[in-house]
């Protein structure tokens, strides 16, 4: 579909990830961003009827919220972009990770049902998919991985636990795990699309920031069917061509504090992969995201633009 004025409600904009999808969609004359007042933006009667109007609905929205406005959604015929992790490993949505697989922007472009990947998930999946893919990993391999991310990831409730003067938390001098206790929401779906049959061991972290997020996965040494050099090679290849994605060169050089800074791709779109041997044959994946980009807003963006038949990259920075 191709529109110069194509509608598009973002339904619960006043959360961290609609907020952010609004100031970047702020401008663009090609598409007609609709509103609710305040007072009726919570009215489920005003929320279905925006719903009904627009031709792609971006649910920012808790899980159950989302189902519903996804049945409203496919009663009138309206596409939707979900952002929560209500359907993502649901069989009759389209996984909304442009860079996963060859067809999967086709797939996007002509699905009535996207479901938005999740923060930490991106990262994962970005990393391991194409070693998965190539025989370099095997896909029951025994993995950890251990994410790191800025408490904007924890929605309203948690930036003003972090933010609040009273909490202390904003002089932490270090990072909190978290979630240690249970099967963590984003499992399923880090698993599914890794292209792995044994679940990572997940081990996320919230530090004193606001955005930003950092992935890392250790390959202990003969787990992978090749070295560093070998595994760089393919997520070069495979992402060589991909505008959001950038896998920096090895340099074999050693790392200063500031080499890993998960803040180092805030404010965009974009996400960044590192390679790092180690002589003893261990190497270290490391992705890069803001979580409120790539890893949330910047790719519902992303979606919402193939399903509109745009250039995927209008309107997102980085």
């Keep these: 579909m191709s529109s110069n004025r194509a509608k598009v409600y973002i339904d619960g904009h006043v959360g961290t990830t609609g907020l952010r999808i609004r100031d970047w969609l ?16 919570k009215d489920p009667s005003a929320r279905r009827a925006r719903v009904d109007e627009a031709d792609v609905a971006v649910l920012c929205l808790p899980d159950d919220a989302a189902r519903e406005a996804a049945e409203w959604a496919a ?9 929560s992790t209500a359907h993502r490993v649901a069989e009759d949505w389209a996984y909304g990770l442009p860079e996963l697989d060859p067809g999967r922007r086709a797939l996007i472009g002509s699905a009535a049902r996207v479901s938005n990947p999740g923060c930490y ?6 990393l391991l998919r194409p070693l998965v893919d190539a025989g370099v990993l095997a896909s029951d391999s025994p993995l950890a991985v251990h994410a790191l991310s800025g408490y904007s990831g924890g929605g309203r409730a948690l930036i003003e636990r972090w933010e609040s003067p009273d909490s202390g938390l904003g002089d ?39 955005c930003g997020m950092r992935v ?45 800074d998960p803040r180092a791709c805030n404010d965009t779109n974009r996400i960044d992969l590192h390679v790092y041997s180690h002589p003893s044959g261990h190497v270290l994946l490391v992705a890069i995201l803001d979580n409120l980009g790539k890893g949330a807003s910047g790719a519902a963006i992303q ?3 193939l399903m509109l038949g745009l250039d995927e990259g209008v309107g997102l920075p980085g």
């Design 172 to 210: 932490l001098p270090f990072e909190a795990p978290y979630a240690l206790e249970r099967t963590h929401k984003h499992i399923p779906e880090m698993t599914r699309y890794a292209g792995l049959v044994r679940e990572p061991q997940f081990l996320p972290a919230v530090g004193p920031f606001r």
């Design 75 to 83: 009663a009138s015929g309206t596409r939707v972009v979900d952002a």
């Design 216 to 260: 890392q996965v250790p390959i202990p040494a003969g787990l992978s069917a090749g070295d560093g050099m070998r595994v760089h090679e393919v997520l070069a290849d495979r992402y060589a061509d991909e505008p959001f994605v950038r896998v920096a060169p090895q340099t074999g050089a050693a790392l200063d504090e500031w080499a890993l």
């Design 303 to 305: 979606n919402l633009n």
């Design 26 to 41: 702020r401008g663009r004359g090609d598409l007609e961003v609709l509103d609710l007042p305040e007072a009726t933006r």
């Design 121 to 126: 998930p991106s990262g994962f999946v970005l």
